[in-house]
């Protein structure tokens, strides 16, 4: 039978190894530490932004809705803006996150990296109180504030840079547009007055019953290019004095991203902690084992 292994036995055992187990312990605690407060631990910060629409502040505009140039979704826009190319290639330029992540620059594709990892850290959502969360995670707690309060200003500067951008295009195509009906109704004039020629001196009978038919068509017509241009006209007015005055859409800042007051360092170091009393009694057990095999062997040689 095997004689019982003491604990006295275990720890005389784990003492001639002890060095290289405080080594390993050590090792594992601190690339523990490293990788849970600067990979799975980030911190988050939120920027609530929202929406300011020139037609609730522009008379110009409410007295025609019909022709109002500025009907979007808000969250799609913001989310087509938060997550462009431009964006990320801004935020990355100014916060240095190439080095931030640290990505090596002399590989290939490098800067997709970059976005890649910071369109998985930046998030948008959407409240009931019609305000847009932009939601923003990383390493460092005051980063992690400066690129949510960023991501939401620059959103504003290119949503108005591309917002004076449709509609410098949307007045000239307007141009366009309002030379042709121009033209249109300058030729359902000159048929009318062509009609009203042709009606004086003729006698009431059959012929004068077409012509005055064909005089109501082209009223109709004329009357109805009229209206087009009308609403074209006004439609390029609302464009040319919404460019004039700067009154274009804005996304506004309602409350700024501000760094956590909480610190991850615990946290991370409780499972550094974890892992370190794992480790340590990895290495007992694995005493025990090894003794145990060793009495098993030496009773079966005796036996």
Known sequence: MAT?????????????TKFRTILLTVLLSFATFYFCRFH?????????????????????????????????????????????????RHLIRKFGLLQHYGIDTTKEFYEER???ILKSRIKLVKTPFNLIIISVEDAYRYRCAEIANEAATYADELNRKNTVTALRKRLRINEEMIGKLRAEHDAQAQRLQK????????????????SQEA???????????TD???????YYRLLE?????????????VESARASASSLNGK????????????????????????????????YLRG
Request: proline letters at 3%; hydrophobic letters at 45%; one cysteine or more.
């Open 4 to 16: 019982e292994i003491t604990t006295q036995e275990i720890l005389q055992e784990a003492g001639k």
């Open 40 to 88: 799975l631990f980030l911190y988050q910060s939120e920027a609530k932004v929202t929406w300011v629409d020139p037609t609730v502040v522009d008379a110009r505009i409410i007295e025609d809705q019909g022709a109002n140039p500025f009907k979007s979704d808000f969250y799609n826009r913001l989310f087509a803006t938060v997550h462009s190319n431009d964006m990320y």
């Open 114 to 116: 970059a976005i890649r």
């Open 195 to 210: 009609s009203l020629d042709e009606l004086e001196g003729l006698p009431h009978s059959a012929t004068m019953d077409r």
């Open 215 to 225: 005089l109501a068509q082209t009223i109709y017509a004329l009357h109805s290019s």
């Open 228 to 234: 087009q241009l009308i609403n074209a006209g006004k």
């Open 241 to 253: 004095a919404s460019l004039l005055d700067r009154n274009l859409p804005s996304i506004v800042t």
């Open 268 to 299: 991370a170091g409780l499972i550094a902690g974890l892992v370190a009393i794992g480790c340590f009694l990895f290495a007992l057990l694995s005493t025990y084992f090894r003794l145990r095999y060793q009495h098993l062997a030496k009773a």
